[in-house]
């Protein structure tokens, strides 16, 4: 079975500018997470959706991020524009949706913004 | 609101030592807990998972945990340390099956031959 995949892997901007990451879970899972890791920190909910719809968004700066998971299954998150402090981890996840509570995270992208 | 808490955000172990990582929720009902493991520049990787039932959880590589409500902890072991189980562990929450996990801050793990 797949994992989740992620891409780029890697990218580098500088502040102002806009970034898009995106993320294809694992096939038939119902549920996609993206989180926010700041280096020496623990992920950090951004927007959780439930096939096409949000589920939760609250902690997500809508003034310069915006995801969107328009089909149910994969997903986009965009940066615009960025700042300095966006430079962090970005790790999308997914899960089956159903009783089987598990996460299963991607490789994540590695964002430096300069 | 729930919380996780990891003491020591490094740890340092002679191989073949016995691993501790403490880990301690705040929550107001039995919440599911997790721990993953990120090696680096890698995602992370469930080790194990407390939801309901036996309070003593075996997960991969050798790590056990064992859920304890009048503690409020759920403490990651290993009998004996291996040089590749040295990466970044976080425990993790949820207070169901469908709300988003609350991390850690994450621990270290360094492992000294």
């Known amino acids: 079975e797949a994992g989740v995949a992620q891409s780029p892997r890697y990218k580098i901007i500088e502040k102002r500018q806009s970034v898009a990451f995106w993320c294809n879970p694992i096939?038939?899972?119902?549920?996609l997470y993206w989180y926010q890791q700041i280096l020496g920190q623990g992920p950090k909910l951004l927007i959780q959706?439930?096939?096409?719809?949000?589920?939760?968004d609250s902690q997500l700066p809508k003034d310069r991020f915006s995801a969107e998971r328009l089909k149910g299954v994969d997903s986009t998150l965009k940066i615009q524009p960025a700042k300095l402090e966006d430079s962090a981890v970005y790790l999308c996840a997914s899960r089956i949706g159903t009783a089987q509570e598990t996460q299963y995270f991607g490789p994540g992208t590695r964002l430096l913004v300069l | 609101a729930q919380s996780v808490t990891q003491l020591g955000s490094h740890v340092s172990v002679s191989e073949g030592a016995l691993v501790l990582l403490r880990c301690n929720y705040s929550?107001?009902?039995?919440?599911?807990l997790f721990w993953y493991v990120q090696y680096p520049n890698q995602g992370l990787q469930l080790l194990l998972k407390?939801?309901?039932?036996?309070?003593l959880v075996k997960g991969i590589n050798g790590f056990e945990a064992e859920f304890k409500k009048s503690e409020t902890s759920f403490h990651l072991t290993k009998p004996s340390a291996h040089m590749s189980d040295a990466a970044e562990y976080f425990c993790?929450?949820?207070?169901?099956?469908?709300?988003?996990?609350?991390f850690g801050k994450g621990t270290r793990l360094s492992v000294i031959a």
């Open positions: 096939s038939g899972h119902a549920t």
């Open positions: 407390y939801t309901t039932g036996a309070t």
């Open positions: 959706f439930q096939n096409n719809g949000v589920v939760d």
């Open positions: 993790a929450g949820g207070l169901s099956g469908n709300t988003p996990l609350v």
């Open positions: 929550s107001s009902v039995p919440p599911y």
